[in-house]
Each structure stands twice: as structure tokens, then as C-alpha cells.
């Protein structure tokens, strides 16, 4: 089958961070394609959304930067540009309204994700950006994308190649880290994956036990000692 060639860009992946990029390119009258693997977008997006969405957090600018750690510097002047303010518009922009919930984080009224998503794919479509589900790429050498869909396996070229491909968590939901094979076989240095959410196993007190067992924790700074060094998680 012969190479076809599409005179824009192409994203892989329809997570919330592909559904951005191609949100920002189709609003500037750009010609974008998306290919998702999964048969609908945003699978983990509505995962995030099933026990209320945290959007954002209210707390001063300063301080949210802070909690990005190592990491606040380099994120310094990108949440300048799109912070937390930016994302409530955003969202408002897409008909959710926020709110602030007792621990300052922010969530839309509706909580779940769904409502924003299918406003966002509205936008998306009205601004002809063009997104094509099942489509699974597994394959990527000198601008070449190998996507594999159930009726067939073709190689296309774009004029730009987004990975929006997400972390390694949730395989069920799409997200499995295959990507970083392409990324590797294309000499391109990553950092192994590693989570960022994860459970602990703590000695709490009986007295700890016994009264706040299943209790919501908020508003909480926990800190821990990795090889001698104290690491504040939250
Ligand atoms: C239970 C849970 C609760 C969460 N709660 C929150 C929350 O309250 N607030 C918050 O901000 N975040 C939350 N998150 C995190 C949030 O969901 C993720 O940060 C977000 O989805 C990441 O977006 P992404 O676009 O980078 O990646 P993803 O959402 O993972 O999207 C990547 C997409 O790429 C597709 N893909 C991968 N490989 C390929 C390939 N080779 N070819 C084609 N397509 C491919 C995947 O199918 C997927 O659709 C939560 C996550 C979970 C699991």
C-alpha cells in the first residue's frame, strides 16, 4: 500500500494532552489528525473524572508552582502561559462552571469529566480537526508512522508528529508505554516511567486506626527519607 502523506499535523493519541494540541492548532486554522488507538478518546480522562475532577488547585500561584518540586523551574514559565487560572477559563469557555471545593482544589460543578470532553469534541470537530479512533501506531522510523487499524496496516507522513501517548498506567484505558519502544528505536533518550501516585504501607498508631480508618485525608504534608534524604511527597 503507498505511502499517503497529510498536509498538517498528525497527533497520536486523544488524550486530554493530544485533545489540547490539536484544540490550539485547529483554532489556528490548521489542518490536525488525530489517531487513537482505543475505539473512543479520552478513556482515562473519564477514569480521572469518576470520583470528581480535580482541575486545578486555588491556592497562590507561588505555592502551586512550588509543588512541582525539582521540577517548578522548568514549569515556572509554562504555567505562566496556562496555569490555573487559564484552565478554569478553559473549561468555563467549554460550558463547565467550577467551584472550589474544602481543600481549595478545584473540580467542575458536574465533577465528572464526561460533559467536558463532549463539549471539547464538539469544538474539535466544528474546527475540523479530524480524529480517527481504533488506529493504533506501531511504528515510527524518518517521519514514517506505521498505524495498525482492524481492516488494515498503512504508512503515512505528516508535515508535524505529535506523541500524545500518556504514561504506562491504566493499559486497560489505552495508556500502556509501548511508545517508549518507538522513542528508543529512534535514539531518543527517555526516562524510564515511573508512577507518581502510588499507596504506602504505613505503621499508623491504634489510636490513628480506630478513629480515622476510611477517612478522607485533606489538606495533609507528608514527607519521607529516600536514601537519607528527606523527599516531601505532598
Ligand atoms: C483513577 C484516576 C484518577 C485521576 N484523577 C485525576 C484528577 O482528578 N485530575 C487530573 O488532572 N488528573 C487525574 N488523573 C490523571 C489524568 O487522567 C492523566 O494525567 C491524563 O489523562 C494524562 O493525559 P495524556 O493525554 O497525557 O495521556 P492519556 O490520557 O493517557 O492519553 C493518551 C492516549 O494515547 C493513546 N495511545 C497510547 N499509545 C498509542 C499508540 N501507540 N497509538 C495510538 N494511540 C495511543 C491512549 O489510548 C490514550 O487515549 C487521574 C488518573 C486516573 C487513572
Redesign the pocket.
Not at 41 to 45: E, N, Q, S, T
Not at 173 to 179: E, V
Given at each position: 500500500m503507498p505511502t499517503q502523506h497529510f498536509n498538517g499535523t498528525i497527533i497520536?493519541?486523544?488524550?486530554?494532552?493530544?485533545?489540547?494540541i490539536a484544540d490550539i492548532l485547529s483554532a489556528a486554522g490548521k489542518k490536525v489528525r488525530i489517531?487513537?488507538?482505543?475505539p473512543t478518546?479520552?478513556?482515562?480522562?473519564l477514569?480521572?473524572?469518576?470520583?470528581?475532577?480535580?482541575?486545578?488547585h486555588s491556592e497562590g500561584f507561588d505555592q502551586f508552582v512550588s509543588r512541582y518540586g525539582e521540577a517548578s523551574a522548568t514549569i515556572y514559565p509554562l504555567l505562566k502561559t496556562f496555569g490555573p487560572k487559564e484552565v478554569i477559563e478553559w473549561m468555563t469557555q467549554l460550558g463547565q462552571e467550577s467551584f472550589i471545593g474544602s481543600s481549595g482544589r478545584v473540580f467542575p460543578k458536574a465533577m465528572k469529566a464526561a460533559p467536558l470532553l463532549r463539549a471539547w469534541l464538539d469544538r474539535l470537530k466544528n474546527q475540523g480537526a479530524e480524529l480517527i479512533t481504533r488506529?493504533?501506531?506501531?511504528d515510527w522510523q524518518d517521519n514514517h508512522l506505521t498505524?495498525e487499524s482492524p481492516d488494515n496496516t498503512f504508512t503515512v507522513t505528516a508535515d508535524q508528529i505529535v506523541f500524545?501517548?500518556?504514561?504506562g498506567?491504566?493499559k486497560k484505558?489505552?495508556?500502556?508505554?509501548?511508545?517508549t519502544a518507538?522513542f528508543k528505536s529512534n535514539q531518543i533518550k527517555i526516562n524510564p516511567l515511573a508512577p507518581s501516585?502510588c499507596g504506602f504501607i504505613s505503621p499508623w498508631s491504634d489510636h490513628l486506626r480506630e478513629h480515622y480508618a476510611g477517612k478522607p485525608l485533606k489538606g495533609v504534608n507528608l514527607s519521607t527519607e529516600l536514601r537519607h534524604k528527606k523527599v516531601i511527597l505532598c
Open positions: 497520536i493519541g486523544a488524550g486530554p494532552s493530544g485533545l489540547m489517531y487513537e488507538s482505543m478518546p479520552g478513556r482515562k480522562f477514569m480521572a473524572g469518576r470520583g470528581g475532577l480535580n482541575i486545578t488506529h493504533r501506531c506501531i498505524l500524545a501517548t500518556g504514561g498506567s491504566w484505558l489505552g495508556t500502556d508505554g509501548q511508545w518507538l501516585n
